[in-house]
């Protein structure tokens, strides 16, 4: 169904999750303004042909001016915001100061953005992370969404200052929004962080290339495009309140996971790092979500797996992705 009424504006909109949120809107036939700090798509660019890019308005913006983020919104008529902008873990390591200016500030900025459009914005969604809890030791299981908080990364005690700073908003301002939580999310553009490894063994299976995963144990999996469609549904949604929700999707070991891409990739050489077990509770109550949207997007594993292998063959055939990121 064409959403021909609706502007989307998107932040962080070069990233993974940010490149499969234009593809989708585009298709869906909504206007988009996408904007990044930096003027060169690489990852969207992976995922959207020349006619779809060429659909979207790219705009620059740093999301710590707080004028710009306002002005920005509100020029660009969005009916609909998903924030995606942020710096990851090891950037938040490396330059903390940045980090807070970023991942904290520019999420007040957008929240007041949102607050000065008023009306005209009809749904917001925006990216905390898994990274807001502690160790799965200290969670029952599965982890419903309002378990305790208690983050042992600069980059998670930043998500869960967004979460209060959301629910503050909702409180005293009327600013409806859905935050999610994504714990590993794979697919073609997902070529950064630790858990990108996830990613990364299924294109060097595709490459024929020897891969060795960072990590094993049990992990939660979304795939990138069903993620991309989960921020646009909560979106679209109408919730008011300041949700903020746990995903699920595919829980397996990342044995299971070997041992599926292998199947489908007899000849893969595939290994991870034993005894390394990423330091997350992995199985997550999604029930918040699910009363929100009602059906949550989920490809299985085994397709997710095939589709992303059948993606990243069609850009290894015409040149077009780096393999480099297989060694870093």
């Not at 924030?83 to 903390?96: D, I, T, Y």
């Not at 921020?231 to 008011?240: L, M, T, Y």
């Not at 829980?251 to 299971?256: G, K, P, S």
């Not at 007899?266 to 034993?274: G, N």
Request: charge should be negative; charged fraction near 20%.
């Amino acid at each position: 169904m064409p959403h021909s009424d609706e502007t989307f504006l998107i932040t962080g909109s070069f990233g993974c999750i940010g490149a499969w949120v234009l593809r989708t809107l585009v298709r869906d036939g909504a206007r988009v303004v996408a904007t990044d700090l930096s003027d060169d798509p690489v990852r969207p660019a992976l995922v959207m042909s020349e006619e779809e890019l060429a659909a979207v308005e790219f705009r620059k913006l740093d999301v710590t001016d707080r004028d710009a983020v306002v002005r920005m919104v509100a020029e660009s008529g969005a009916t609909h915001v998903i924030h995606l902008a942020g710096l990851q873990v090891p950037f938040c390591r490396a330059n903390p100061t940045l980090g807070a200016m970023v991942n904290v500030v520019g999420t007040v900025n957008i929240c007041e953005a949102v607050k000065e459009a008023g009306d005209r914005i009809r749904g917001f969604s925006y990216a905390s992370s898994q990274a807001v809890f502690g160790v799965p030791e200290l969670y029952p299981s599965p982890v419903p969404d309002s378990a305790r908080l208690v983050p042992d990364t600069l980059y998670g005690v930043y998500k869960q200052a967004n979460e209060g700073t959301l629910r503050v908003y909702w409180e005293e301002y009327g600013v409806s929004s859905v935050g999610l939580r994504p714990y590993i999310v794979y697919g073609v553009a997902r070529d950064q962080g630790m858990t990108s490894d996830i990613a990364k063994a299924i294109l060097a299976a595709v490459a024929g290339r020897p891969y060795t995963l960072r990590f094993d144990g049990p992990v939660a999996l979304q795939l990138a495009a069903d993620t991309a469609r989960i921020f646009i549904a909560c979106a679209r949604s109408g919730h008011r309140g300041a949700a903020a929700c746990n995903l699920r999707n595919d829980v397996v070991t990342v044995q299971e996971f070997v041992t599926e891409l292998r199947r489908q990739f007899p000849a893969a050489d595939l290994s991870w790092t034993d005894n390394s077990p990423l330091p997350f509770p992995y199985d997550m109550d999604a029930s918040g979500l699910r009363s929100i949207l009602g059906t949550v997007p989920h490809t299985p594993l085994p397709q997710g797996i095939a589709d992303t292998a059948a993606h990243f063959g069609e850009l290894l055939a015409d040149s077009r992705i780096d393999l480099g990121q297989l060694d870093g």
